[in-house]
C-alpha cells in the first residue's frame, strides 16, 4: 500500500535533487568543481563531449556493489531511482536555464548551501546521490564516523586532482563549498538506512491492520 509518509518522502528527496541540481549547475557555470561522483563527472565534461547527467550515472554505478551488498536492497533501488533524477534533471537545467552569471565567491557559497540542504533532505529521507555518499552512510554505519566529515575528507582529495583543471583560486572555492556542504550533511543527519527500515515496519503494521 502507498502510504501518506512514503509520499511525503518522495516529495522531499525530489525536492532535494531539484535544488541539489541547481547547485552543481551554479558551480559549474562558475567553472568551480564539487567533489565525489558529481565532482568527478564534472570535471570529465571539461575533456569530452558527453552530458554530464550521463558520465554522473556510469561514474556511480561501481558504489552500487557496496550498497547492494552492505545497505540493503531497497536503500541501493532509492539510490539509484535518486541518481537517474538527478541525470535528467541536471540536464533538463542545462537545456532551459540559461547559464547563471555571479561572482564565483559568491556562487561557491550558494552552491554549499544549496547542495547541502538538498543532499541532506535525500539523505534523510531514504535515499542517496550514490558514490561517496554511500561510502560515508556505510563507513557511518560502520564504525560510527560522522559522515559529514568523511565526505569532506574524500571530496576535497577529489579537489586537489582537479588543480589542473581549475586552478589554485578555483580550487580553494570548491573545497570551501564541499566545507558549507559537509557541515550542513554533518549537523542534519539522519540515518536513510534506518528510516526506510522504519518506513517498511510502518507500512508492514499497517497491512496487518487492514486485513486482520
Not at 561510502?135 to 589542473?164: E, M, P, Q, T, W
Request: include cysteine; charge should be neutral.
Amino acid at each position: 500500500m502507498f502510504s501518506m509518509n512514503l509520499f511525503k518522502k518522495l516529495i522531499y528527496v525530489l525536492f532535494g535533487l531539484i535544488i541539489t541540481s541547481l547547485g552543481i549547475k551554479l558551480l559549474s557555470d562558475s567553472l568551480l568543481t564539487f567533489g565525489g561522483t558529481a565532482g568527478i563527472a564534472t570535471i570529465l565534461t571539461y575533456v569530452s563531449n558527453v552530458p554530464w547527467g550521463v558520465l554522473f550515472f556510469i561514474v556511480n554505478l561501481p558504489f552500487f556493489i557496496i550498497s547492494i551488498q552492505e545497505l540493503g536492497k531497497w536503500f541501493t533501488i532509492s539510490s539509484l531511482l535518486s541518481i537517474t533524477g538527478i541525470s535528467f534533471i541536471r540536464e533538463w537545467f542545462d537545456l532551459f536555464i540559461p547559464a547563471f552569471e555571479m561572482n564565483i565567491v559568491i556562487a561557491a557559497i550558494i552552491s554549499g548551501l544549496l547542495i547541502g540542504f538538498g543532499v541532506t533532505f535525500v539523505l534523510n529521507n531514504g535515499s542517496s546521490l550514490g558514490g561517496i555518499h554511500i561510502l560515508g552512510l556505510y563507513i557511518d554505519k560502520k564504525f560510527g564516523f560522522n559522515r559529514g566529515l568523511v565526505l569532506f575528507v574524500c571530496d576535497s582529495l577529489i579537489i586537489l586532482f582537479a588543480l589542473a583543471m581549475v586552478g589554485w583560486f578555483k580550487a580553494l572555492l570548491s573545497i570551501s563549498c564541499i566545507f558549507i556542504a559537509s557541515s550542513i550533511i554533518g549537523r542534519y543527519k539522519k540515518s536513510p538506512i534506518k528510516e526506510m527500515e522504519r518506513d517498511q515496519e510502518e507500512d508492514q503494521l499497517v497491512g496487518k491492520g487492514l486485513h486482520s
